[in-house]
């Protein structure tokens, strides 16, 4: 597997092993995306949906089947996928596009409290502009949200309910269908954030039955600057622009404009075609791996990393305990006690080991957990027992080679 990575390739070439756990953040690149992305600009460069030579054409059925290609890959239509720049960028549309378009004052929007920035500032933004009501759905400290705090945070007022697929932190997985079944029973739109999940577990919207789902390219072994927001059809068809200008229009005049329908209508400006060609490739590489072998490496890989952790003292686990092995989704989030989380990176930096310490992007959940940082080690399918057991020693010297640090640089 680390042979289909360029990158993983060349380092192992050079010797020097790199461990990268730092997938969710960002997956290495597979050669197949590579060379899809550098075929659309060396053979097949030219803006989709606007002339009509043959290469036009040709770009026109290259975004087109990318767009299908993506709705397969997440169980949709393809008319029900809008090609963003990211998760980031998707989160927003269905926030500020939909969210802002039908709240009202007085309504409520329940948000986890294990989102990442991106599915929580969009929402904050919304109910300022519509006088509508946040309302966090609290986990406990391993991240599990009960039925009683389903209950308790969707009820009549409930609008729309927004969560994640997978926290970005803790690894644990919502219960997402539950959570579904409890907003759609107040008639609330559910907003699931997929950015963390859609690399490690089939995507079926209907099966989980969501009405918006976002997600990144990057995260899943495509191209950065690519993403998707699915919607349902009849949401989409109320969903705001959030962007206007060329390639969204029908009909211009000079102080009005009508759009184009979704998601064509929701796609303003020049698009990233080769990114989205890259990112429908990527779907292709996970759907040839097989969600099945994807999990079964990466829970295997996951077992032996949180084992380990836990069998060491000087290690500070959070989320899901030891015993609930299966409940974090490749990640495990952690501190090494006396240590400073971004030193503890640093060291194992070192050993070529890549973690990311900081707040990951989730501020309130951080808070909600007692810290204000933490490490996050993450799996991808290119990891292996190696990487994770040069991990582990790397942790297990953290503490001391922290001092030798800290101390080499008062010096
Ligand atoms: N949601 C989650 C759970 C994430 O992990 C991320 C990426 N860190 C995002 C949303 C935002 O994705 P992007 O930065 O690719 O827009």
Redo the contacts with the bound molecule.
């Keep these: 597997m680390r042979a289909a990575f360029p990158l993983l390739a060349a380092c192992d070439a050079r010797g020097e092993g790199l461990a990268y756990l730092d997938n969710?953040?960002?997956t290495q690149k597979p050669a197949c995306v590579l060379d899809a992305v550098d075929a659309f600009y060396r053979t097949g460069c030219a803006n989709p949906h606007r002339s009509n030579h043959r290469l036009a054409r040709s770009a026109t059925e290259a975004f087109e089947s990318a767009r299908a290609e993506l709705a397969r890959f997440a169980g949709a239509d393809a008319d029900e996928i809008v090609l963003t720049?990211?998760?980031?960028?998707?989160?927003n549309l269905a926030a500020l596009g939909y969210g802002a378009a039908v709240l009202r004052p007085g309504d409520e929007v329940a948000v986890s409290l294990l989102?990442?920035?991106?599915?929580l500032v969009p929402w904050q933004e919304a109910a300022r502009r519509t006088g509508a009501k946040l309302v966090p759905l609290v986990p406990d400290r391993a991240g599990r949200i009960s039925d009683a705090e389903v209950d308790r945070a969707i009820g009549p007022r409930t609008r729309i309910v927004a969560v994640?697929?997978?926290?970005?932190v803790l690894g644990c997985a919502p219960p997402v269908v539950r959570i579904a079944s409890a907003a759609h029973a107040c008639g609330a739109v559910v907003v699931l954030?997929?950015?963390?999940?859609v690399a490690h577990e089939p995507l079926d919207v209907r099966a989980l039955d969501v009405d918006f789902a976002?997600?990144?390219?990057?995260?899943m072994y495509g191209p950065?600057g690519t993403?998707v927001l699915y919607g349902r059809r009849e949401l989409l068809e109320r969903t705001a622009p959030l962007l206007r200008g060329g390639g969204m229009v029908d009909r211009v005049f000079e102080r009005t404009a009508t759009f184009d329908e979704a998601p064509g209508g929701l796609e303003a400006g020049t698009q990233n075609v080769a990114g989205a060609v890259g990112m429908a490739e990527a779907a292709r590489f996970l759907s040839r791996i097989g969600f099945d072998a994807v999990r079964a490496h990466e829970r295997a890989l996951t077992r032996r990393m949180v084992e380990g952790l836990a069998s060491l003292p000087s290690v500070k686990l959070y989320g899901p305990g030891p015993d609930d092995r299966d409940e974090r989704h490749g990640i495990a989030a952690f501190n090494v006690r006396g240590v400073d989380a971004a030193v503890a990176a640093q060291v194992l930096d070192r050993r070529g080991v890549a973690v990311r310490a900081g707040t990951?992007?989730?501020q309130p959940l951080l808070r909600h957990l007692g810290t204000d940082a933490v490490c996050r080690a993450s799996i991808g399918v290119y990891n292996d027992e190696r990487d994770v057991d040069r991990f582990l020693e790397a942790v297990e010297n953290a503490q001391r080679e922290a001092v030798a640090l800290m101390t080499s640089a008062m010096l």
């Design positions: 969710a953040a960002t720049s990211g998760a980031t960028h998707a989160l989102e990442h920035h991106s599915n994640t697929g997978t926290s970005n954030d997929c950015a963390q999940s976002a997600f990144s390219g990057h995260k950065m993403g990951h992007c989730a």
